[in-house]
């Protein structure tokens, strides 16, 4: 059953969506050229991910919390329009990853062969959102990721577990209950931080089963999550004058500071940042908004139509571009115009994607699985 939205829309998340997706994008991009986190550039970029978290609890608690129960709202109507919104993107970063794997020459990173029913297998697997474990014969780059021919896609699947926690425990919660859980898993971050369970000092964790990856993925999902389903049930709408530039800008200074070198030191910045900083940010985005009729309007609302279909599409091109650098262990200075083209052209794929894939595939399935029944 189709439900028409009657609130505001917060357009300023969307563009602050699609800012901490360019983040990630070029993140990735000095990716390549790092020997480890303590030279990384853009150093904090995986936080972005927290920051997508934060949001989607935020968006599906203030799209949702009052819809339970009237009718034709059930578990199963929201699930479909879940796996509406995000699956076809889920299956599209799949089959460009094995395209990008195979060009690569279907090896893993040590120049291991692998053979195409392996890859086959990934693919189908990586569509079905069902992570491999490391060593296993389909985690076929050999480097340990839940999903090897699209890494990102990692948050994606804790993001199904974020909605599947919604629906079924979290949307019944009081705010007592989730002003609970985030303090716990919020406390449990911070334990994680600077105990170094990571092993690198930071929270750039949830990637793969190695190690306590999954305990530090799950703890970024549940306190951000929880604390954006919290901030959506107090948030009282106000005025912030320049409050997505505010936004912007934070994010564009904090997430590119270089590792603190010391290992809790720079784990507690982490924290700070997802605890903190993030959940002010997102309510100085929300209290900054724009008419989507309006210049500004359009901007956050291109941005946040790009968000998703570019963070979904680039890092099978990354792939790519780490190949060419690490063959012949090219730097900065001898790579920066293919740096530039890189992230250009995955921002370009983005557009693409969002146009001609993912905006009409989810039209249609809206139409076909969404609308009533004559």
Do not use: C
Not at 31 to 49: C, F, I, K, R, W
Not at 147 to 167: D, Q
């Amino acid at each position: 059953m189709q439900f028409k939205d009657t609130k505001p829309h917060y357009l300023a998340l969307d563009g602050l969506r699609g800012v901490a997706a360019l983040i990630v994008v070029l993140y990735h991009i000095f990716e390549g050229y790092a020997t480890s986190p303590m030279d990384q550039h853009v150093n904090h970029g995986y936080l972005a991910v927290d920051f997508f978290f934060l949001l989607s609890g935020f968006v599906i608690g203030y799209a949702y919390d009052d819809r339970w129960g009237k009718k034709g709202f059930t578990v199963l109507s929201y699930f479909k329009r879940r796996l509406i919104r995000l699956h076809p993107m889920v299956v599209l970063g799949a089959l460009i990853g094995a395209v990008s794997f195979l060009a690569q020459g279907s090896v893993q990173w040590d120049g291991t062969p692998v053979n195409l029913g392996w890859v086959t297998l990934s693919l189908i697997l990586t569509m079905l959102m069902i992570p491999a474990a490391p060593g296993s014969p389909y985690e076929v780059r050999g480097n340990g990721e839940l999903f090897p021919l699209n890494g990102p896609s990692w948050s994606l699947f804790f993001e199904y577990v974020g909605n599947i926690l919604y629906a079924l425990l979290l949307r019944k919660a009081s705010t007592k209950t989730l002003k609970v859980v985030a303090g716990v898993t919020g406390l449990g971050l911070l334990w994680y931080a600077v105990t170094n369970q990571s092993g690198t000092g930071n929270l750039g964790v949830g990637w793969t089963m190695a190690g306590t990856n999954l305990i530090g993925g799950s703890l970024r999902l549940l306190f951000s999550y929880s604390a954006g389903l919290l901030i959506a049930r107090v948030f009282k709408p106000s005025r912030v004058k320049h409050g997505f530039l505010i936004a912007t800008v934070s994010l564009l200074v904090l997430l590119p500071v270089p590792h603190l070198g010391i290992m809790w030191l720079n784990g507690l910045y982490d924290t700070l940042l997802i605890t903190v900083v993030f959940p002010i940010l997102l309510w100085i985005g929300a209290s900054s908004d724009a008419s989507a009729t309006s210049a500004t309007g359009k901007v956050y609302t291109l941005l946040g139509d790009l968000s998703y279909p570019v963070y979904m599409v680039h890092y099978p091109v990354m792939y790519l571009f780490y190949a060419y650098l690490w063959k012949d262990g090219l730097g900065l200075a001898d790579s920066w115009p293919v740096a530039i083209g890189v992230y250009l052209g995955s921002l370009f794929l983005g557009y693409l994607a969002y146009r001609l894939y993912d905006l009409p595939v989810r039209k249609r399935l809206t139409k076909r699985y969404m609308s009533p029944k004559p």
